[in-house]
Every structure is written in C-alpha cells, then in structure tokens.
C-alpha cells in the first residue's frame, strides 16, 4: 500500500485555475518542485517535466510546485511571471504557501522534500508511487510514468447487494 499523496497549499497559480489532488483524481500526476533561483531546476527539472509534459500528453498532468524555502525577497508571483514565459513553462504551475514566518513552504513539509528539485510521481489513486531529490534519469524517469499511465485505476468497491432480490412489477411496484 503506497501513501497517499499530501494536500498542496497554494497562494497562486500560473498557467491554470486554482487546482487541487482531488480534482486531478483518475490521472497521473508528475508534482515537479522547483525554486527559479535553483540551478538545477532550471538545468534538469523543468526541461525534463516539460518534456513529460510534451511526450506524455493528455495521458498524465504535470504540475509545477513553486517551493521557496531561500531568497525569499527575490522570488517574487511577479518574477515568477516573468521566469516562466521566459523559459515558456506552460504547464500549471502553484506557488507553495508560507505558515506566518516559517521559511519552509507548507507543501514542501508535507512531502517532507529536502530541496529543490524534487520530483513526486502520484498515481491515479492518489498515492505517492515516486519521490526524487536532485537530477532524475530521463529513461528511468518516462519509464516510471509510463508503468502508472499503463496500470488500471484500483476499482471502485462493489456496491452491497440485499439477500434477496427485489421484485418489480411492471406498473413500478418492487417488492
């Protein structure tokens, strides 16, 4: 049994509606953590996730996860703006809420991620297949996604069946 995936805490999005785990429900999702001031972010992290994003298509959702937990002043909604049409993410992109003065971002502890970039795989269930810190293997990386876009959604329970069957008559009378 695989965990299930914490909740995200946003202040902002880009590229998209506000978007929560709970409507991404049935899909697979690639979580991409990433600071703009991150050397490998910018180097590793978003090309990969932009190319999962263009490869994979409509078969998973990518999701970028503004995790700021340094140079707070710098990294500003309005220089994130500008970063992203610059490097032209255009996958959607919450930037990660701060509790009072702690410098962690809320999502970045729930994850219990140890830096940026940090690369999460959640299957269609909501779990948490997937958690990489630093550089990932592009082969290694398409092959993971590849096995949960191919893996069957767990199926509903059955619904409970009564010990005897009902009886309907034709006018709508059950029994």
Same mark, same amino acid.
């Given at each position: 049994?695989?965990?299930?995936?914490?909740?995200?805490?946003?202040?902002?999005?880009?590229?998209?509606?506000?978007?929560?785990?709970?409507?991404?429900?049935?899909?697979?999702?690639?979580?991409?953590?990433?600071?703009?001031?991150?050397?490998?972010?910018?180097?590793?992290?978003?090309?990969?996730?932009?190319?999962?994003?263009?490869?994979?298509?409509? #078969?998973?959702r990518?999701? $970028?996860?503004?995790?700021?937990?340094?140079?707070? +002043? &710098?990294? =500003? @909604?309005?220089?994130?703006? !500008?970063?992203?049409?610059?490097?032209?993410?255009?996958?959607?992109?919450?930037?990660?809420?701060?509790?009072?003065?702690?410098?962690?971002?809320?999502?970045?502890?729930?994850?219990?991620?140890?830096?940026?970039?940090?690369?999460?795989?959640?299957?269609?269930?909501?779990?948490?297949?997937?958690?990489?810190?630093?550089?990932? #293997?592009?082969?290694?990386? $398409?092959?993971?996604?590849?096995?949960?876009?191919? +893996? &069957?959604? =767990? @199926?509903?329970p059955?619904? !409970?069946?009564?010990?005897e069957?009902?009886?309907?008559?034709?006018?709508?009378?059950?029994?």
């Amino acid at each position: 049994m695989h965990p299930s995936a914490p909740a995200w805490s946003t202040t902002r999005w880009f590229n998209s509606d506000p978007l929560t785990l709970g409507a991404l429900r049935g899909h697979v999702v690639v979580l991409e953590a990433f600071q703009m001031l991150c050397p490998g972010c910018v180097s590793q992290g978003l090309p990969q996730a932009s190319r999962l994003a263009r490869v994979f298509g409509d #078969d998973i959702r990518v999701i $970028g996860l503004h995790s700021v937990f340094e140079h707070h +002043a &710098a990294m =500003t @909604p309005v220089s994130l703006e !500008a970063f992203l049409h610059e490097y032209k993410i255009s996958f959607p992109v919450g930037v990660d809420a701060h509790d009072g003065d702690d410098p962690t971002p809320v999502t970045f502890a729930r994850y219990g991620m140890r830096g940026t970039p940090t690369t999460v795989l959640i299957d269609r269930d909501g779990a948490v297949r997937a958690h990489h810190f630093g550089a990932v #293997d592009d082969l290694a990386l $398409g092959a993971a996604v590849a096995r949960l876009v191919a +893996a &069957a959604p =767990t @199926p509903a329970p059955a619904p !409970a069946v009564a010990d005897e069957p009902s009886v309907c008559t034709i006018d709508g009378v059950c029994s």
